[in-house]
């Protein structure tokens, strides 16, 4: 069964500054997603970033980016220029690919970011 | 704003009531599930569905029980609340009609259950 591990159960960071998200796996497939997941205060989970296993180039979404380190099994969000609405739970997640007949997303533990105004 | 939406937001009842929390959602998606996350922790799939009339459970043991007899909606029911039941409840879906599966999951707001 894969595993997710978030070891930073809670980070803070003064505004505009980047902060560093870890998260490792664990799998013997070679195909695979992983996700990075948002959950503010009393809101929606939304989708943060995506990252195909098979793809070399490491995902980026505006101030959000990933260092994916397959052979390492690591999958860590950087949040550059952070902003007071960065503040949320963080959740790193994997899912093997469509198909495959056990697509279920299995999610680390969390981190929760504060953003310090 | 994804289009999924749980139904109560915020619940407390007593032991042994009977409740169904609603998951809606009308963006057509095949595949919904139930998720528990109990505060500050990591969420834990508990029920499933493929479609109409599928219905699997998840990795964490529930006494929960769904149903899926419309596309578009989910409910999750508890015969008998326990206080060991009180979690928050997630609600989310996903499309993977067409081989447009990106694995990306829409999420309701939860619905938060406190059995006293």
């Known amino acids: 069964a894969q595993t997710v591990t978030q070891s930073q159960p809670e980070m803070s960071v003064q505004e505009a500054e980047t902060v560093t998200l870890s998260c490792t796996y664990d799998?013997?497939?070679?195909?695979?997603?992983l996700f990075w997941y948002k959950q503010p205060p009393s809101r929606q989970m939304i989708l943060v970033i995506r990252?195909?296993?098979?793809?070399?180039q490491n995902a980026t979404e505006n101030r959000f980016s990933v260092n994916f380190q397959k052979a390492a099994k690591s999958f860590s969000l950087k949040i550059s220029d952070s902003q007071l609405g960065d503040t949320a739970m963080y959740f790193c997640a994997f899912m093997n690919p469509p198909n495959f007949g056990n697509e279920k997303l299995t999610f680390g533990t969390g981190t929760r970011l504060t953003i310090i105004p | 704003e994804a289009d999924i939406y749980q139904t109560p937001r915020y619940l407390v009842i007593g032991t042994g009531k009977k409740i169904t929390l609603e998951c809606s959602q009308t963006m057509g998606h095949d595949k919904m599930y139930w998720y528990q996350q109990d505060p500050g922790m990591e969420l834990h799939l508990i029920h499933y569905?493929?479609?109409?009339?599928?219905?699997e459970k998840g990795d964490l043991s529930s006494e929960s029980t769904v149903s899926r007899i419309r596309t578009e909606h989910f409910p999750l029911t508890l015969e008998s609340a326990r206080p060991s039941h009180t979690s928050q409840y997630l609600c989310a879906s996903s499309d993977t009609s067409g081989g447009a599966d990106t694995g990306e999951l829409f999420f309701g707001e939860g619905s938060r259950l406190t059995v006293l």
């Open positions: 569905s493929y479609g109409v009339n599928s219905t």
């Open positions: 799998t013997s497939e070679n195909n695979y997603y």
């Open positions: 990252q195909e296993a098979y793809k070399q």
